[in-house]
């Protein structure tokens, strides 16, 4: 089976009203706005997102920002943390690169008017203490707080809220611009020198994460529509400990808590990690991730607890207020009653391939954050450098894609670019939500911590035929774009961790349990066309 046509939805020139501007940045997360606000003064830049100008994975993040800032701590350590997270998948010259940007980008967003704690922290796969956080737990929110304030003061740049990019626009082999829908205005057409995507991660694609609803992964699948390479799909990060408490969204419980000395308990109240890491709690996301699941397995037990009772009960309100507030409202006081928690889909490590600087093999486009499949994560990111890969990203290709459009004419010319086609219209209604629940809730079946090739071909014949019916269709709503997306993006991901075998990071294949360094120490890149499962 291919995918039924190139873009979701008709339109053409002659009836598609036109907008026009020098930059344009898809997100509004760390990377699209540190892309926008170091993008030249004379530019128009345009930055769209679909939501609220708060909705988006970085104003969510609890845990900091990876810095080298003491005098005990050096570069050199925080890449090796880097690089042995990523499970031989790491690129290091990106990772070198990234690392040595770190204490600039903070002092940039102090500048900003971010407010950072006086006191850096530690978190699990780190050798020193050199996270960086703001008000305790609420890191995202502050930076994020203070980057947007700026941004609103920037006079170059104009913010368009709820504005769902459908596709991007390319013509004659270079990406000319984007599609997109608002509210009040419908289809519109922006026509652009130069794009930066930067419109975050697939999360939503799982029933249990901590993303917000917007991570729906649409740039990824937008970008593979254009023709864009994608790559390392397989790779999804699951959070350890993500609040499980009927009723309750899946809250992330930070890292950090880990850092400051929380233990991870078994039903009986034993702390298994012992046996399973020399590291114990402070081990790396793929290796707490598996060993709760292992636990759950052998406990017969639906979570695992995270115990703060033996921390000093006065700093663990002041460093974790929010954490505290929410687990307050179910009846826990997280100083005296173990916080249920199980693992969570939480970070899409793969997506668009990027060069050092976030190129795309496409020209006229730029991609940051967590968008990107950049070469710094590998197999498994390391706890807080997703903050920092996008402040480092997306000021160089705010740097790169603005200095290529001051270089570029204003001759605003609409080329032939439409979509024709005829949608099926024939049968019944299709019930958006209840495919979109039932998508999210295989995933976590079968593409989930713990995979099998029996298991993921099982996964791969129904995705393809969910996509069989829903993907020729055209949808008029948000919510059947987010569809079409979330299944484009989910086969992706089947079809990379079955051609990925072997365990490596947080990919973890039951049929084969080891890491393969002779046959898969490589990305893999996903095809053009997928094929059809039954054939």
């Known amino acids: 089976m291919t995918f039924p046509k190139r873009y979701l939805v008709r339109f053409g020139p002659k009836q598609t009203p036109h907008v026009f501007t020098d930059l344009l940045v898809i997100g509004v997360g760390i990377a699209g706005v540190r892309a926008a606000l170091v993008a030249p003064r004379s530019l128009r830049t345009l930055i769209i997102t679909k939501d609220r100008l708060q909705q988006s994975n970085s104003s969510y993040a609890q845990g900091g920002i990876a810095a080298v800032r003491s005098p005990e701590d050096r570069f050199e350590n925080h890449i090796e943390d880097t690089l042995t997270a990523g499970a031989g998948l790491c690129e290091r010259t990106v990772v070198e690169t990234v690392v040595r940007e770190a204490p600039r980008q903070i002092d940039d967003l102090i500048g900003y008017g971010a407010r950072f704690d006086a006191e850096t922290g530690i978190e699990g796969g780190h050798s020193y203490h050199r996270i960086v956080h703001a008000l305790g737990d609420a890191t995202g929110f502050e930076v994020m707080r203070a980057l947007i304030e700026k941004l609103k003061k920037t006079s170059n740049v104009s913010i368009w809220d709820r504005t769902f990019t459908i596709d991007l626009l390319t013509h004659e082999g270079h990406c000319v611009g984007a599609l997109v829908h608002r509210k009040r205005h419908g289809k519109l057409l922006v026509w652009a020198k130069q794009i930066v995507l930067a419109s975050g991660g697939a999360g939503m694609v799982y029933r249990e994460t901590t993303n917000p609803p917007v991570a729906t992964g649409d740039g990824m699948a937008a970008a593979y529509r254009a023709g864009v390479e994608l790559r390392d799909m397989e790779f999804m990060q699951f959070h350890p400990t993500v609040l499980y408490v009927a009723g309750s969204s899946r809250f992330l419980i930070s890292e950090a808590v880990r850092g400051a000395g929380a233990y991870l308990r078994d039903k009986n109240g034993v702390r298994f990690l012992l046996n399973e890491d020399p590291r114990a709690e402070l081990a790396t996301r793929d290796v707490v991730a598996q060993a709760i699941v292992r636990c759950m397995e052998r406990t017969q037990h639906p979570n695992v607890y995270l115990d703060l009772t033996h921390l000093d009960a006065v700093k663990v309100r002041e460093h974790f207020p929010g954490i505290a507030k929410v687990c307050a409202e179910f009846g ?204």
């Open 332 to 535: 826990l006081d997280i100083t005296r009653d173990p916080i249920p928690v199980r693992p969570g889909a939480h970070y899409t490590i793969g997506g668009v391939t990027v060069d050092a600087q976030g190129r795309t093999a496409l020209p006229g486009l730029w991609a940051a954050g967590e968008v990107t499949s950049s070469g710094l994560h590998g197999a498994n990111r390391l706890a807080s450098n997703s903050l920092l890969e996008g402040l480092v990203f997306g000021t160089s290709c705010g740097q790169g894609a603005g200095e290529i459009s001051e270089g570029q004419p204003d001759a605003f010319l609409v080329p032939p670019v439409q979509a024709v086609f005829q949608p099926e219209t024939d049968g019944p209604r299709l019930d958006v939500a209840d495919l979109t629940n039932s998508l999210r809730s295989l995933m976590v079946r079968r593409m989930g911590i713990t995979r099998s090739r029996e298991g993921l071909l099982e996964a791969e014949r129904t995705v393809a035929f969910w996509c069989r019916y829903a993907l020729r269709r055209e949808f008029h709503t948000r919510a059947g774009w987010e569809l079409q997306n979330l299944l484009t993006i989910s086969r992706l991901m089947i079809w990379s961790a079955l051609k990925r075998e072997e365990s490596r990071g947080v990919h973890f294949r039951s049929d084969y349990p080891q890491r393969d360094d002779t046959h898969w120490q490589r990305h893999i890149s996903c095809p053009a066309q997928l094929p059809d499962p039954s054939h």
